[in-house]
């Protein structure tokens, strides 16, 4: 099930970042897209556009939640805070392809911890991340590994 709504998730945000993001900020050069864009005419970062769908769905409390986690965080609070995260961003940076399971326990309660690559899926992702004031790594490049997705599903009841 991890696998199935993180197929998902990674589409949704490979469309929005190559057809929206990159067409119109690159491509076309119509819009940009802003951390700010609540406060300039520009588009939501694709990180952003995940961050409020993450919330949307835990609001909904509906089993399961999600984040976009980097070792190599622009906002901070996109840092690795478990063991579990680190190790799977870790895992997933170094064995391409790959994904990384664990179980992990959070407030007592047990959770199966999935951890996904957040690849560069587009030129924007990589100018965006290099060039950002904030940003702890400026060498990506299209392909990279940038961070991970990390669904939780707690485990019992």
Known sequence: MADALHAVMESDRTVYTRNVVNRLTKEQQVIKASEHWKDEPALPLPAQMFRMGAEMVAEKDVGFTYSLLSMWPINKQNTPRTDVEKAGLEFVAANKGQN??????????????????????????VSCHNEHKDTPKTDFALGDVMGGVVLRIPVGS
């Open 100 to 125: 990384f399971y664990a179980e992990e326990t959070l407030g007592g309660q047990t959770y199966f911890t999935a951890v996904y690559a957040d690849t560069a899926v587009a030129p924007a992702c």
